[in-house]
């Protein structure tokens, strides 16, 4: 019974990425048994220079994919990045995550529904237990720059932070210098570019940002 789920599982992941990311990479540095697992069409690129630290929990990559799909995950540090991952967690298919050069990711346990993006330009910090869900989109930049009259930066990027247990809705839009605290729920299409406090549920109406104070959360489907 445990051979046919090991069989089981080398079907649906890439076996030579499995193999060499896990055991031959130099730059993915595991802590105990845990492991980087790519399903099928995960595409996966780190450079010498960069590093991840699984500490615990896998890493998961292109989650869920249909049968016959051919739509790529896709995992991409740059120069001297670093994500350190501290719980694992479930990349679904179609999704990205960029950590660019120089840049940093540190992240708890999450799951991220199908063809949402994350790009780390400077740091990216996300908490336990955290749900994304379809097409968020998480910026710590504006990855162009915008220079004043007298050669001043106008739009220098800025950290986001992402606290524990918080549920990003989908299409929901997180940009640079945002911070969300624990327990907070953040309904579909919002853009949230500013501080949320913990524990309410925000999101936008045609009347505007609704702050509801009191607001939990769990994984069960209704």
Known sequence: M????????LKKVN????FY????????????????IPYKNAVIEIPK?????????????GCDVLRK????????????????????????????????????LNSGYF??????????????????????GRNVVIYDSDFHTLIGKNGEVLNPSASVKIENHVWLGTNVMVLKGTIIGKNSVVGANTIVKKKIPEGVIYKTKQEGLIRDEGGKWNREFV
């Open 49 to 61: 220079t960069a590093k991840i630290y699984v500490e615990s929990g896998d890493i998961e990559i």
């Open 2 to 9: 445990r051979l046919f789920r090991y069989i089981s599982f």
């Open 69 to 104: 799909s051919h739509e790529e995950t896709r995992i991409r540090l740059g120069e001297n990045a670093i994500w350190t991952s501290k719980g694992g967690c479930k990349i679904s298919y179609g999704s990205t995550i960029e950590v660019l050069n120089n840049a940093v």
């Open 111 to 132: 799951t991220m529904n199908c063809n949402s993006v994350l790009v780390s330009a400077k740091r990216i910090d996300i908490g336990q237990d955290v749900m994304l």
């Open 15 to 18: 076996i030579f990425d499995f």
């Open 21 to 36: 990311l896990n055991y031959f990479c130099k730059s993915i540095i595991r802590t105990d048994h845990y492991k980087v």
